[in-house]
Each structure stands twice: as C-alpha cells, then as structure tokens.
C-alpha cells in the first residue's frame, strides 16, 4: 500500500469525522454523517494498519474513531471516576504487576545497606577516611536528630527529595545501569549512616528516626527504581511483541507508576515532617510508620490482584495505545 497515497484519498474524511466529533450538536443528517464515517475510518484503520502500519498514521485514526465514539454513544466519564478508576484499578494493578521486582529491589537494597554498614563498624580506619571523626561526632549528637524538625517546610522538603530519588530511577529507566547505581548509592548512604550511629553506640536511635517514615518513604524509592527496571527489561527482552510496542507500553505503565508514587511519597512527607520528629512516643511512631506500609501492601495485594486479573496493567486503553483496531458495531 502507498500510505502517502492512501492518505490523500481519504484525509477529507478524517478531518470531516474529527470536526463532526468536536460539535457540541448535531442534526440528524450529520448524526448519520458521524456514522458513516465512523464506519469508513475504522475500516481504514483496519487498512492501515494491514498494508502499512505507521505508528503515526495508526495513532491519529485510533484518537480520532475513540472522540468519534464517545461522542456516538454519549459517553462522558466525570473526572471523579477517573480519578477513582486510577487508585482503585489502574495504579494497583501496575504495582501488583511489578511486585516482584519490587522485592528483589528491596532485597538487593538492604543488603548493600547491611554489608556497607557492617563492613565500616568493623573497620574503623575506613569510616574515618570516608566521614572524619569529628564530623561522625557532630552528626551523632546534634545533625542527626536536629534534622527532623516537624513542620510543613520540613515535610515539603523531605517530599521534594524524595521525588527527586524517584525520578531519577524513572529516567533512567531504559538505561537498566542508571537505576541501578541510583540505588546502590543510596543504599550506600544509609549503610554508612548506620555505621556511624553504630560506632557511637546510638543505633537504636538510628532506627527509631527513620523507621516511621522510612518504611513507606523507602518502599516508595523501591517502587520507582522496579518501575524502571521493568523499562530496561521490555527493551531487553520485549517477548512476543515487537521490540517498540513493548517498550511503549512499559513506558505508559511507567507513567501511571509516576502518577501514583506522588501520593505514596506524599503520605511518607507527612509522617516524616509530623510523626518522626513529634513528641509522640517511639512505639507509637513506629507503629504508625508500620501500618503505613501494611496498608501499602494490602492494596498492592488486595486491589490490584483484582485489577491485574481484571486485564488492568496500567497502560492505556488498546485503541487509546494505538494498536488494536477500533471496530465499528
């Protein structure tokens, strides 16, 4: 097929459907019109993307037949239902979806924070040539603890650096090396964080300040850099699917991870900005700091096992994504 060609021959009809769809009324003879368009173009699509499947071309006819059918069948979703649909099945579903390489980043993160951490208390000599004594001094007994200062500037801060963390492993994520290091330097910060309180006899200290916040804060550092791992893989190993169409919709999947991790690392902001540095007692910070992430994983196991087996991933619709021909009924 000559797309160039075939294009020109039908493009009046295109541009005739998608003006017809942005109408706010319409009369009886230009309903039928809508139809019969509506018809044509699905069965160009469906031409298109037989003889000549361009990416562009496939997309502009998908937009367009889905504005055409909305407008058909009156279909006018409120914004509070899509809203709704994206917590309760859509970001869900994408984190059910990458539950295992959230694990494996867990796992992998905390042990290089342990083995850091345990390899510098043994070894003196080297914690000292990375943080000078003096300066381990200082952070043990005032930075540490003064840097937990309640307030919303604080929390605001806090939630800033954190999505700053989580972005990065989201673009890096085609990279596969970008997130990775982005992790292990992290987890590298907090092993040495540890070994220094450890080498002053305050670790207990250590885990009383950044648990409540750091169970849910971190778990969302986790999410974000599986996210963009799942990336690199679908470029890596796209599967069944062509290379481009696998990568496009681990990408979109990717996007509503983003969407969805501005809320988690919110609620972590709060706790850490309210909870870390309040005069609540330890126990009750850290009960907070637990139920915070047992209700993470609850509606990661709970709501999105039902929108994953639900066919939910996180990407788009397939005529929004541009790959499943839109059908004309």
């Not at 075939?6 to 003879?29: I, M, P």
């Not at 059910?96 to 070894?123: P, Q």
């Not at 604080?154 to 970008?178: K, P, R």
């Not at 250590?206 to 850099?225: D, K, N, R, S, Y």
């Amino acid at each position: 097929m000559d797309l160039d060609a075939y294009t020109l021959a039908h493009e009046s009809d295109w541009v005739r459907l998608e003006t017809l769809s942005q109408q706010s009324r319409l009369t009886g003879a230009q309903v039928d019109e809508l139809v019969r368009l509506y018809q044509a173009t699905a069965t160009d699509l469906s031409m298109v993307r037989s003889g000549a499947p361009d990416a562009r071309t496939v997309m502009r006819l998908s937009q367009v037949l889905s504005r055409a059918r909305t407008k058909l069948t009156g279909a006018h979703a409120p914004v509070w239902s899509e809203v709704a649909r994206f917590f309760v099945v859509s970001f869900p579903a994408v984190l059910y979806s990458i539950r295992w390489w959230i694990v494996s980043v867990m796992v992998g993160f905390v042990g290089v924070a342990l083995v850091v951490g345990w390899y510098l208390v043994e070894h003196q000599d080297l914690l000292a040539s990375v943080i000078p004594p003096y300066e381990q001094q200082l952070y043990v007994e005032e930075a540490f603890a003064q840097y937990y200062d309640p307030g919303w500037d604080f929390a605001a801060q806090v939630g800033t650096n954190n999505a700053w963390i989580a972005a990065q492993c989201v673009a890096l994520g085609i990279t596969g090396i970008g997130v990775l290091a982005v992790l292990f330097f992290n987890a590298l910060n907090v092993g040495v964080m540890g070994a220094v309180m450890a080498s002053y006899g305050e670790l207990g200290l250590f885990f009383q300040l950044i648990t409540p916040h750091g169970l849910l804060e971190l778990t969302a550092v986790f999410v974000a850099g599986a996210a963009g791992l799942r990336v690199f893989w679908a470029w890596l190993a796209p599967g069944p699917r062509p290379r481009g169409q696998a990568l496009a919709a681990a990408g979109r999947s990717l996007f509503t991870t983003v969407l969805g991790l501005a809320a988690v690392l919110s609620l972590s902001a709060l706790i850490e900005g309210f909870v870390t540095g309040s005069d609540l007692p330890w126990w009750v910070k850290i009960v907070i700091g637990a139920v915070a992430l047992a209700g993470f994983w609850t509606y990661v196991l709970t709501l999105g096992r039902a929108g994953f087996r639900a066919g939910s991933t996180g990407d788009l619709e397939p005529d929004r994504s541009g790959y499943a021909v839109a059908t004309a009924g």
